[in-house]
């Protein structure tokens, strides 16, 4: 079991930057691919990109790519998404989740490819 915690969410001003944590316990963290999702009123929750177990690949969807990044520290057993140039339509509840390292992290999109999922965070950007 891994239990996952997501924290920095909060408001922000279009243009603005925040930065998500997700703190993780429990089996060893460094094993697993992490990836973020985030999911918005009334629509299906999205993938936005994920890092591979060493840090050294990671995989960003077209739509964040030049703005939000992704890192980790294994040391801390945490996971980053660093938003910047934030859009009112990035407001959403964002969440971490953990995965068994199958395959490519550039290949592993699906809500059904994680094991493991925070209970979110919220984001709120104001135009």
């Known amino acids: 079991q891994v239990q996952l915690v997501e924290s920095g969410g909060g408001s922000v001003q279009a243009g603005g930057s925040l930065r998500l944590s997700c703190a993780a316990s429990?089996?060893?963290?460094?094993?697993?691919?992490m990836g973020w999702f985030r999911q918005a009123p009334g629509k299906e929750r999205e993938f936005l990109g994920a890092i591979g177990w060493s840090g050294g690949d990671t995989y960003l969807v077209d739509s964040v790519k030049g703005r939000f990044i992704i890192s980790r520290d294994n040391a801390k057993n945490t996971v980053y998404l660093q938003m910047n140039s934030l859009k009112p339509e990035d407001t959403a509840v964002y969440y971490c989740a953990a995965a068994a390292p199958r395959f490519t992290v550039a290949t592993m999109t699906k809500r059904e490819d994680y094991n493991y999922w925070g209970q979110g965070t919220r984001v709120t950007v104001s135009s």
């Open positions: 429990g089996r060893t963290f460094s094993w697993y691919h």
